[in-house]
């Protein structure tokens, strides 16, 4: 920066979004930059464990952090897909497994095939083809290049870990690249009166915190872009009901399987997240459909081990902001928006907002084009998360009122379109930056039974008996792959096998 005082960044709040946050910018912006955090210890999280996607692998790379130790200051276990127990009907189950399905031939997508030869009654289910589901219902785990021929790809995996955890690590690493940590809580937030920037925090100790830029981290009070901006929200209530949750940690029950399970029930869903040295549960429901304490009897009904807390509830109205950053405030995490953690978005959505901030990141003077390219990519992540989410509501043939709502409710434009094209042949498009690929839109798909009219034409092209041998040789090929590959459990022990938590 050209002015001698350096340019402040002011990051109010804590938790996983605020220490990422703080993270980044104090590894990646050094002179000309001052950064600093207020928060609370008053406050507190759910901290029951959370659950991520392959991109988290991205973000700690870029700080440089050193896997096997995140893994165990954190208490981590690996993740290959989520498996989802009921949503398409009670007893049934598939798994969003992350990575490839299948091989593509020339411009034609695997699925083409698949549907063709499924027909005919010469492939096996669409599982038979991911590596990371073989692995994953095999309590599986391998790092690095595939151990038996070069043409099976690497497999890709994410993380669960504590989310506590994992902020008082980035804590640490934070500090120790200059970012300053001020314990308060925030009491009122000042603006220009001319330009309507925020100038200034203060604290409930008395205290001024003077800034630049401002990071609102405060979760689902929005303390500077909702109560000081009054920015607005978007509400999503009438496509995703679910409008509650109770978390609840439990002793861990056997070895911690490499997949997160999301189970359905009358009124929403059920999550278990396996960590080293507990399981990580909660319930997400509706409150017109289910009462919290019946929502809590149910969770406590169906744990794996013992509790170890008390359940703790939130509320919360699935949606957005209307804007993501307004004036001199940018959002990230909870007070940004909410989506259920159904598709592990949470650490994501925080990620991609950090990095989006770090591309975009302003001077002293924020130039409106900055702001309306931020929200735009930010509104267009968020829907199309939305869309994805819908889809596991919408195509469901549960019994229940809540579920049958559901199914009846309208679609948005952007996924009906998407469903009319998958239905009518097959099709699947990605536009832009969209997060979830077309093999995750067809994982889902397929496991929820929405079945295509007709395949590609030119999966019509190969003999009947060359697809069969084709079908037959992908799945061998990955299933002798998985084979060689060790336990989960062992995996964690010979490379990252964690004590007790440290504290914060």
């Not at 499924?118 to 095999?138: K, T, V």
């Not at 901006?229 to 509400?235: A, I, N, P, R, S």
């Not at 995703?240 to 056997?254: F, N, Q």
């Not at 792959?481 to 096998?497: M, N, P, T, V, W």
């Amino acid at each position: 920066m050209d002015s001698e005082r350096p340019f402040t960044i002011v990051i109010a709040g804590g938790g996983t979004a605020g220490w990422m946050t703080a993270a980044a910018l104090g590894h990646f912006l050094e002179r000309g930059f001052a950064v600093r955090l207020i928060e609370s210890d008053a406050i507190g999280t759910v901290g029951v464990g959370e659950a991520t996607i392959p991109q988290i692998r991205l973000f700690n790379e870029a700080l440089g952090l050193d896997e096997d130790a995140f893994l165990r200051a954190t208490q981590g276990t690996f993740k290959l897909g989520i498996e989802f127990d009921g949503w398409t009907r009670p007893g049934h189950a598939y798994m969003h497994a992350f990575g490839g399905i299948g091989r593509d031939v020339g411009l034609v997508a695997f699925q083409h095939y698949w549907l063709r030869a499924r027909a005919l009654g010469l492939a096996g289910p669409l599982a038979d083809y991911s590596l990371n589901e073989i692995a994953a219902r095999g309590g599986r785990m391998h790092r690095g290049s595939p151990l038996t021929a070069a043409t099976v790809p690497t497999m890709p995996y994410a993380f669960h870990f504590d989310a506590g955890l994992y902020a008082a690590y980035l804590r640490r690493f934070a500090e120790a690249r200059g970012v300053r940590r001020t314990e308060g809580t925030i009491a009122g937030v000042a603006r220009d009166g001319a330009s309507g920037d925020v100038t200034q925090l203060t604290l409930a100790s008395g205290e001024v915190v003077t800034g630049d830029l401002f990071i609102d981290c405060t979760g689902f009070a929005g303390l500077l872009i909702e109560a000081a901006l009054g920015t607005g929200y978007v509400d999503w209530t009438r496509w995703l009901p679910c409008d509650r949750a109770v978390a609840v940690p439990c002793a861990r029950s056997g070895e911690p399987m490499p997949y997160t399970r999301a189970t359905a029930h009358s009124a929403g869903w059920q999550w278990r997240i396996p960590l080293q040295h507990r399981t990580g549960n909660g319930r997400v429901y509706c409150g017109a459909s289910l009462s919290d304490d019946a929502a809590a009897a149910g969770l406590l009904a169906n744990l794996d081990g013992s509790a170890e807390a008390e359940p703790r509830f939130l509320r919360f109205t699935t949606g957005k902001r209307r804007k993501f950053w307004h004036h001199n405030v940018v959002v990230v995490g909870l007070a940004a928006g909410f989506m259920e953690p159904l598709e592990s978005t949470s650490i994501h959505l925080i990620q991609s907002a950090i990095s989006r901030l770090l591309k975009l990141l302003p001077g002293r003077r924020v130039a409106p084009a900055q702001r309306d390219e931020f929200n735009r990519q930010t509104d267009f992540e968020y829907d199309r998360i939305r869309d994805f989410l819908i889809l596991h509501y919408a195509a469901n043939d549960r019994p229940e009122p809540f579920w049958q709502q559901c199914r009846a409710t309208p679609l948005p434009d952007s996924l009906q379109h998407k469903l009319e094209l998958f239905r009518s042949c097959g099709a699947i498009t990605r536009e832009h930056e969209e997060l979830f690929t077309e093999v995750g839109w067809l994982q889902v798909l397929i496991g929820q039974e929405v079945m295509p009219a007709a395949h590609h034409l030119l999966a019509d092209a190969i003999e009947p008996r060359e697809l069969a041998e084709y079908m037959q040789t992908l799945a061998a090929l990955y299933a002798r792959e998985a084979q060689r590959y060790g336990s989960h459990a062992d995996f964690i022990g010979r490379h990252c096998a964690a004590g007790l938590p440290r504290a914060a």
